[in-house]
């Protein structure tokens, strides 16, 4: 049997106003979405258990299959895992996004213009990640290089604790009333400090400017955690070969903790410039190469919400729905197997709001051996309540999935 997820990060919303009170699934055109949605199990569920977070972290847990209130240690260890990175029970990592900051006389008084460094570049990330190491007092603590503006700092045999806030949360605000607070606070915030005294005249960053981007001149730690425990899929849903497919190192990461093979996709580049046609291309290689279930995940949505572009937000559902969707089912569909399919957000990005919600996403379900009346809906958040059918925690779909005819 074949088993797929189709992941579109954010991708859910609520209606708005520059999109005439209609949502951006609404508006997009997914026939193939639609077909999901009108043959299967269709309607809502929660991903973000009660009291928690709305972050891709505990979200994307939920769609993988596991609840995150029991296993959940943090959103920057499973960064980690991806990079390569060995952590020590007493290890404690931080996300490290490379930021952009208004010019002000003193780092307090900057204000968070954008959590993404202006859509930094590899190259230019590298450059300045490099720059950091030699100018940062890190002694105890390491500063690992990611993709674009996600990196990494560990920091070895130390507390944890802090209180941090997230960089895509506080967009316009004065980073002093932001700055961390309680374990290793004092130092969080001096090499926050110290970044942004050294960045703000970098070459790259003066390129930058005189290209009218914003520069990357800063730091922000956040998504504090432990090392991650997950049992692998294999363990859990006796799945011996599978593999996840994604830009974004988080989701890498919980794919490797959960025993799968992280695939590389040249031109995946986590926002919506990412080549949607080679992520459906690689996993229909996956699984003509034997995998029994891939995870297949795409950043460009939540990118959009988060920088307010509606345009292209529904763009990127239609890309995702033409290029990768489409594709895969038809494979799926000619391959004389069983096969399962499930479809849906993380979470809700808004465009209106830039961040995320913890309101309960639209799921279709469809497993080709069950006979269901086909009622003609399409995927989008209104038909998802009115289909009324109900997953209260989302963690449970997985077993589902990949449930095999009886």
């Keep these: 049997m074949k088993s797929v997820v189709f992941l579109g990060d954010g991708m859910a919303d609520e209606p708005c106003a520059v999109l005439g009170g209609k949502t951006p699934l609404e508006l997009a055109s997914h026939p193939r979405m639609d077909e999901l949605?009108?043959?299967?199990?269709?309607?809502?569920?929660?991903?973000?258990?009660?009291?928690?977070?709305?972050?891709?972290?505990?979200?994307?847990?939920?769609?993988?299959?596991?609840?995150?209130?029991?296993?959940?240690?943090?959103?920057?260890?499973?960064?980690?895992?991806?990079?390569?990175?060995?952590?020590?029970?007493?290890?404690?990592?931080?996300?490290?996004?490379?930021?952009?900051?208004?010019?002000?006389?003193?780092?307090?008084?900057?204000?968070?213009?954008?959590?993404?460094?202006?859509?930094?570049?590899?190259?230019?990330?590298?450059?300045?990640?490099?720059?950091?190491?030699?100018?940062?007092?890190?002694?105890?603590?390491?500063?690992?290089?990611?993709?674009?503006?996600r990196h990494c700092l560990v920091l070895r045999s130390a507390r944890a604790g802090a209180k941090l806030a997230q960089p895509h949360e506080i967009a316009g605000r004065r980073v002093g009333d932001c700055l961390p607070e309680g374990a290793n606070a004092e130092l969080l915030r001096q090499l926050m400090e110290k970044a942004y005294a050294c960045l703000r005249d970098h070459p790259v960053n003066q390129r930058r400017k005189a290209e009218g981007k914003l520069p990357a001149n800063g730091v922000w730690f956040w998504g504090e955690g432990r090392r991650?425990?997950?049992?692998?899929?294999?363990?859990?849903?006796?799945?011996?070969?599978?593999?996840?497919?994604?830009?974004?190192?988080?989701?890498?990461?919980?794919?490797?903790?959960?025993?799968?093979?992280?695939?590389?996709?040249?031109?995946?580049?986590?926002?919506?410039?990412?080549?949607?046609?080679?992520?459906?291309?690689?996993?229909?290689?996956?699984?003509?190469?034997?995998?029994?279930?891939?995870?297949?995940?795409?950043?460009?949505?939540?990118?959009?919400?988060?920088?307010?572009?509606?345009?292209?937000?529904i763009r990127s559902i239609e890309e995702i729905d033409g290029k990768i969707v489409g594709p895969v089912l038809d494979w799926l569909q000619s391959s004389g197997e069983d096969w399962s399919v499930l479809l849906m957000p993380d979470h809700p990005t808004p465009l209106e709001k830039r961040v995320h919600t913890a309101d309960a996403v639209p799921f279709a379900l469809y497993r080709s051996w069950e006979q269901r009346e086909t009622t003609p809906r399409r995927f989008t958040e209104a038909e998802a309540a009115a289909a009324k059918d109900r997953e209260d925690e989302a963690f449970r779909l997985m077993g589902r999935l990949l449930e095999r005819r009886s």
């Design 37 to 149: 949605a009108s043959r299967g199990r269709f309607g809502l569920t929660r991903t973000v258990p009660e009291g928690m977070l709305p972050g891709s972290d505990t979200a994307n847990l939920s769609v993988f299959g596991y609840d995150p209130a029991a296993c959940y240690t943090g959103r920057s260890p499973l960064e980690a895992v991806s990079m390569g990175v060995r952590l020590g029970a007493e290890d404690a990592a931080y996300r490290c996004n490379l930021v952009a900051l208004a010019e002000a006389d003193s780092f307090p008084d900057s204000v968070m213009l954008d959590y993404s460094g202006g859509e930094i570049t590899q190259p230019e990330a590298e450059e300045l990640l490099s720059f950091l190491r030699r100018e940062l007092p890190f002694s105890g603590a390491e500063l690992i290089t990611g993709f674009r503006y």
């Design 228 to 313: 991650p425990a997950l049992a692998s899929f294999r363990e859990k849903y006796g799945v011996e070969n599978g593999a996840v497919i994604s830009a974004v190192d988080l989701v890498r990461g919980i794919g490797l903790c959960a025993g799968l093979e992280a695939v590389t996709v040249p031109g995946a580049t986590g926002d919506e410039h990412t080549d949607y046609a080679a992520k459906g291309r690689r996993a229909i290689e996956a699984l003509e190469s034997g995998a029994e279930f891939v995870y297949i995940h795409v950043e460009a949505p939540d990118e959009c919400g988060h920088h307010g572009r509606a345009a292209e937000k």
